[in-house]
């Protein structure tokens, strides 16, 4: 499915894109990689085995144009069809099959027949020449500027957006396409596949701000907090998805979610016993919604928040969470650090001063201490994963200030740094015989040394 932007307009190639992939649908459909994807869905029934259709550019120097009959016929495997057509797999000879769809019968016949001289519709030989373009790399607005130079690009773009004008009532705004699926989802009789598939469209969209805003101002915020309560794990998982991404890189999403007490929800939800595939994706709202959101971390340390990722850090035996967790805790600290840097300074606007205001209400180093994180954080040292120890090092560093006891006291850590160096050391050494340097080990052996040092 195509999604278009409710106030942004598609830009000309992707029109073009839209269009041709409208109108061609070609049966190639076996490397999904370089493809262009169409989902054919011909209206009118036949449902049950039409398929997903490709096309492949490399494919596209052989491609024929194979004109639908009103009977099926099997398509070779360089052949291509007009959209619209009825494609479908014969699930007893494994061959693609097409006929005309019943609407589109009249259009290539009467309606087609009558204009073809004038050209005001294109031939197979056009789409085939529009697919060239396409794979060489061609820009339609280029084309168009070359009046008259190559006939399809310049002139069909124009009949092409004629001819699917009424096409374009087929292609929903995501306005639309979420006010649907709303309804959809609150309606008593939906099922639970059915919501789930609502939920995983819906996280799709809400990726652009625009679209999740819409959602909190349609009511879907309740809707998918109300998800999380649902008793099928499946549908909390995907709801919380959805909520972590609506509410990523958003702040009016996270204002409201704040108000309408997702916090309280989801921190219920990871202290209390549930699959593990739900509390990840718990964890990743729970993330979105404190990133850059000071009002939110401060109400997440108030109601303990810190305690609820405790015990899941210390229970996570196979370190699904830790990784996460710890950068969970070192993004507050460096948000903080990085506003608090600059300073208070007369001459910054009142958003600033009043971001900073806030800021200095989160007193997570201080929580951190409290909570006995000095002492947790550094057993993340032990993961397997470089990744994961990098992003201990960096957590440690960040707490430095206020653990700095801890860490000393701490013979074990003490042992590991040096170990890990002496390790990384010989990755460096390796590496740089090799001739491929990488500053990833360097890196980490400048984390430890750092640390080494502020402990000394
Ligand atoms: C639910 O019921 C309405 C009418 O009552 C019907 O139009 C709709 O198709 C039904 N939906 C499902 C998923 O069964
Ligand atoms: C769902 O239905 C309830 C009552 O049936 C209604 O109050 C609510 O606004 C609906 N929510 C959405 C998002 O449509
Ligand atoms: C979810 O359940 C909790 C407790 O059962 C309740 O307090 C909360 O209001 C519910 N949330 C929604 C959105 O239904
Ligand atoms: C000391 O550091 C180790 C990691 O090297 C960690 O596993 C342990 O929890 C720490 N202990 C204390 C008391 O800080």
């Given amino acids: 499915m195509v999604h278009c932007g409710a106030s942004s307009s598609c830009s000309s190639m992707a029109l073009f894109m839209l269009l041709l992939c409208c109108h061609i649908a070609s049966t190639l459909g076996q490397k999904p990689d370089s493809a262009l994807t169409v989902v054919e869905n011909a209206e009118g029934g036949d449902k049950g085995n039409e398929q997903e259709v490709t096309v492949l550019e490399e494919d596209v120097e052989n491609l024929k144009v194979v004109q639908p009959q009103e009977q099926w016929q099997t398509l070779k495997p360089d052949e291509a069809v007009p959209a619209g057509s009825h494609v479908r797999l014969n699930l007893q000879t494994g061959q693609r099959e097409v006929k005309l769809a019943e609407e589109n019968r009249q259009y290539w016949t009467n309606k087609h027949k009558e204009k073809e001289d004038s050209q005001t519709s294109f031939s197979a030989d056009e789409l085939k020449q529009a697919l060239k373009k396409m794979k060489d790399g061609d820009h339609v607005s280029k084309d168009a500027d070359q009046q008259g130079s190559e006939s399809f690009p310049h002139r069909s773009i124009e009949e092409l957006k004629r001819d699917m004008a009424e096409l374009d009532l087929l292609v929903e705004t995501d306005l639309q396409i979420m006010k649907r699926l709303l309804d959809q989802f609150n309606s008593t009789n939906s099922t639970t596949e059915h919501r789930l598939n609502i939920l995983l469209e819906l996280e ?17 915020l309740q809707m998918v907090l109300g998800g999380l309560n649902s008793s099928d794990s499946r549908l909390q998982e995907q709801a919380a998805f959805v909520l972590g991404s609506a509410l990523s890189s958003n702040p009016l999403v996270q204002v409201k979610a704040v108000e309408a007490g997702a916090l309280q929800s989801l921190l219920t939800l990871l202290a209390t016993s549930q699959p593990l595939n739900v509390k990840k994706k718990v964890l990743f709202a729970v993330a979105s919604l404190l990133r850059h959101f000071p009002y939110a971390q401060r109400h997440f340390l108030s109601h303990g928040g810190l305690q609820v990722l405790e015990v899941l850090f210390r229970t996570d035996s196979n370190g699904k969470f830790r990784s996460r967790i710890v950068t969970m805790l070192y993004d507050m600290i460096s948000e903080k650090e990085l506003i608090s840097q600059a300073g208070i300074d007369q001459s910054q606007d009142t958003a600033t001063q009043e971001r900073l205001r806030q800021y200095s209400k989160v007193s997570i180093q201080e929580e951190l201490l409290e909570k006995g994180w000095c002492n947790l954080v550094p057993q993340l040292l032990e993961a397997s994963e470089h990744d994961h120890r990098e992003k201990a090092l960096r957590a440690l560093l960040a707490m430095a200030p206020i653990c700095l006891d801890q860490y ?33 080990f360097a890196e980490m052996i400048e984390f430890i040394n750092s640390l080494q040092h502020k402990m000394e």
């Fill in 204 to 220: 799709y969209l809400v990726h652009q701000v625009d679209n999740a805003q819409m959602l909190c101002s349609m009511g879907g």
């Fill in 408 to 440: 000393r006291s701490n013979k074990s850590l003490l042992d590991s740094l040096f170990s890990l160096k002496d390790q990384y050391q010989e990755m460096v050494d390796t590496e740089r015989l090799q001739g491929e340097e990488s500053d990833y």
